[in-house]
């Protein structure tokens, strides 16, 4: 595997259900991002890990739930999810958390929340 | 606060048309600057990027300068083709993140 990967690639649940997205950067890289791209929005920043430690949470509600056990692999685990949350869900890694660091993305988890 | 603006789509063109996707953007400081790309069931991929005013990113044929007296980033690309239908996202990078703009969805037409 290279670059970026997420699994699922579609994941389809009910409000009630736990759920958890994967990513996995083979890049070498020491920054991790997730993203919610909704239809006709910009792309949101939920998360930032650094080194394996968050560095922004930009009120994201509490029914999200990053981890990032080790600079190569970063998990959002949702529980209790509404409707309005499903989205096209992005994560990205970059070298560094720093300005002007090219950010790489993976194909994205298309989550629909029934 | 930071924010990027992007001229709204679809933009529609033929194929060797002449593309240009307006890109303005709001910022304190000197961000650096970036065109993403997203084909249809993908990720967003870079595009180009220039780090400072003045500076041109280029890259398979497409082109965006750095203006910082006009606060533009805007994309070019002198003959499109139709594998350059997508989504274009304009984004700046200021403090470790990337703000991205609403994005540009551009089908070219054979």
């Known amino acids: 595997e290279t670059g970026v990967t997420q699994t699922p690639r579609h994941l389809v649940m009910g409000m009630t259900n736990k759920k958890s997205l994967k990513c996995e950067q083979h890049l070498g890289h020491n920054a991790m991002y997730w993203y919610k791209q909704s239809a006709k929005k910009p792309l949101e920043l939920m998360f930032v890990y650094s080194l394996e430690e968050r560095v922004e949470n930009n009120s994201v509600p509490s029914r999200f739930s990053p981890e990032c056990p080790n600079s190569s692999h970063l998990f959002l685990h949702l529980h209790t999810l509404q409707p309005e949350d499903s989205a096209l869900y992005l994560c990205?890694?970059?070298?560094?958390f720093g300005q002007g660091n090219e950010q790489f993305f993976g194909p994205g988890t298309r989550l629909t929340v029934l | 606060g930071d924010s990027v603006t992007q001229m709204e789509g679809p933009v529609t063109l033929s194929e060797e048309a002449f593309l240009t996707i307006n890109c303005t953007y709001t910022a304190t400081g000197y961000p650096s600057l970036f065109w993403y790309v997203q084909y249809p069931g993908e990720g967003l991929q870079l595009l180009l990027k220039a780090t400072k005013a003045d500076d041109k990113g280029s890259n398979k044929g497409f082109e965006a300068t750095y203006r910082k007296e006009t606060t533009s980033f805007h994309l070019e690309k002198g003959s499109v083709q139709v594998s350059d239908s997508a989504v274009y996202f304009c984004?700046?990078?200021?403090?470790?993140?990337?703000?991205f703009g609403q994005g540009t969805e551009l089908s070219v037409k054979p």
């Open positions: 984004a700046l990078g200021q403090g470790g993140k990337l703000i």
């Open positions: 990205a890694s970059s070298q560094d």
